[in-house]
């Protein structure tokens, strides 16, 4: 992924619309480019900004806030390739059992 890409989708993950797949690569870029890390820092504060429920408390911390969306991002990710971990280790079982079954 180049910055062009991780830029476009610097708003559809503010806003929770990539996949798995795509946040993991936005991420993965996100982690390796300032410039586009400061992007996102920016986008996401313009974006609690006009969020109401996000400016009600007066003084709220939107770099924790980022974090916060990042590291629960990534929580995500390594469920989700938990239960595809698991997905394949439980087709390995029915296919020994079916061929343990069968000979
Ligand atoms: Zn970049």
């Known amino acids: ?22 946040t993991w ?9 300032d410039a586009c890390r400061d992007e996102l ?5 313009i974006l609690s900004a006009s969020d109401p429920d996000m400016t009600d ?3 709220f911390d939107f770099s ?9 991002k990534q929580q995500r990710i390594r469920t989700c390739m938990i239960t595809d971990l698991l997905d394949v280790f439980l ?5 020994t059992v079916l061929l343990i079954g069968i000979f």
């Open 1 to 22: 992924m180049n910055c062009t890409d991780a830029n476009r989708m610097i708003i559809p993950f503010l806003k929770d619309q990539l996949s798995i797949h795509d």
């Open 25 to 33: 690569l936005f991420l993965k870029h996100i982690r390796g480019c």
């Open 41 to 45: 820092d920016l986008e996401s504060i």
């Open 57 to 59: 408390a007066g003084s």
């Open 64 to 72: 924790h806030h980022l974090d916060e969306l990042i590291l629960k």
């Open 91 to 95: 087709l390995l079982v029915i296919f």
